[in-house]
C-alpha cells in the first residue's frame, strides 16, 4: 500500500513557474515507479512525466525542456519543477505510483494521490 498528496499548486502567469511535491507513504516506496499525469476539464488523464525505480525518466513531448521530475527515496517524495509554464498546462495534477517502469498510462498505476490544481493565466 502507497499513499501519496500532492501540494505545491496554484495560480501562476505564463512564463512562470511552479514545484509540485507528492509526499507517499510506505516503506517500499523506493520499489515503485512515480508518476505525475494531469487533467483539464472535459479532457483525459495524460501523461505528464514518470521516475523509475532505478532513476530513469521519461517526459511528454510538450513538457520537455520545461519540466523536471526528481525523487528522494529517502525522503519519500518525489517533486516536479514547472518551468516557462502556458496557459495550455493548467489542470489537475495527480501523482501516482506503480509498478510498470516506465508506466505512460493511467491504468498502469494502482495507487493515486488527491491532485493539486495548477492555473496558468495569459
Known amino acids: 500500500q502507497v499513499q501519496l498528496v500532492e501540494s505545491g499548486g496554484g495560480l501562476v502567469q505564463a512564463g512562470g513557474s511552479l514545484r509540485l511535491s507528492c509526499a507517499a507513504s510506505?516503506?517500499?516506496?523506493?520499489?515503485?515507479?512515480i508518476g505525475w499525469f494531469r487533467q483539464a476539464p472535459g479532457k483525459e488523464r495524460e501523461f505528464v512525466a514518470t521516475?523509475?525505480?532505478?532513476?530513469?525518466?521519461s517526459y511528454e513531448d510538450s513538457v520537455k525542456g520545461r519540466f523536471t521530475i526528481s525523487r528522494d527515496n529517502a525522503r519519500n517524495t518525489v517533486t516536479l519543477e514547472m518551468n516557462s509554464l502556458k496557459p495550455e498546462d493548467t489542470a489537475v495534477y495527480y501523482c501516482?505510483?506503480?509498478?510498470?517502469?516506465?508506466?505512460?498510462?493511467?491504468?498502469?498505476?494502482?495507487?493515486w494521490g488527491q491532485g493539486t490544481q495548477v492555473t496558468v493565466s495569459s
Open positions: 501516482a505510483a506503480g509498478s510498470t517502469d516506465p508506466g505512460f498510462r493511467p491504468y498502469e498505476y494502482a495507487y
Open positions: 510506505g516503506r517500499t516506496f523506493s520499489a515503485y515507479n
Open positions: 521516475s523509475g525505480s532505478g532513476g530513469r525518466t
